[in-house]
C-alpha cells in the first residue's frame, strides 16, 4: 500500500501541477507587494536626500540675497521652508518603521500543508 501522498501524484498529477502552480502566484504575488514597500521607501529617501540639498541651497541664497539688500522679507523664508517641510516628510516616510510581513501568506501555506502531510502520515500509519 502506497503512502497517501504518492498515491496523489500517481492518480492525480494534474492536482499537484495546480498545486505547484498556486505556489508559484502566491510567491510572484507576495514578492511584488514587497517589492512596492521597499521601492517606496526607497523614492521617499531620493527625494528626501534631494530635497535637503534643495533646502539647504535655496538657505544659502536666501541669506546673501537677504544681506545683499539689507532687509529680510517673507519669502527669503517661506521657498526654503518649504523644501525643509517637504525633506521633513519624505525623511519621516522613509525612515518610519513598518512591519514587514511580506510572505506571511506562503508561510501560511506551508506550514498547512506540512500540517496536511503529518496528518496524512498519522492516518496512514494508523
Given at each position: 500500500?502506497?503512502?497517501p501522498?504518492?498515491?496523489?501524484?500517481?492518480?492525480?498529477p494534474?492536482?499537484?501541477?495546480?498545486?505547484?502552480?498556486?505556489y508559484g502566484a502566491l510567491v510572484?504575488?507576495?514578492s511584488q507587494e514587497a517589492a512596492r514597500g521597499l521601492?517606496?521607501?526607497?523614492i521617499a529617501g531620493v527625494l528626501a536626500v534631494v530635497?535637503?540639498?534643495?533646502?539647504?541651497g535655496l538657505i544659502g541664497v536666501s541669506v546673501m540675497l537677504g544681506a545683499l539688500h539689507g532687509?529680510?522679507?517673507?519669502?527669503?523664508?517661506a521657498v526654503p521652508g518649504v523644501a525643509v517641510l517637504i525633506a521633513l516628510v519624505s525623511g519621516y516616510l522613509a525612515a518610519r518603521p513598518r512591519a514587514?510581513?511580506?510572505?506571511?501568506?506562503?508561510?501560511t501555506q506551508v506550514d498547512a500543508d506540512i500540517r496536511a502531510l503529518r496528518l496524512a502520515r498519522q492516518n496512514h500509519g494508523d
Open positions: 500500500m502506497l503512502h501522498l504518492f498515491s496523489t501524484v500517481l492518480g492525480h494534474e492536482l499537484i501541477a495546480d498545486h505547484l502552480a498556486n510572484r504575488e507576495e521601492i517606496g521607501r526607497l530635497s535637503t540639498m534643495l533646502a539647504l532687509s529680510f522679507h517673507w519669502v527669503l523664508a514587514f510581513h511580506a510572505f506571511a501568506d506562503l508561510r
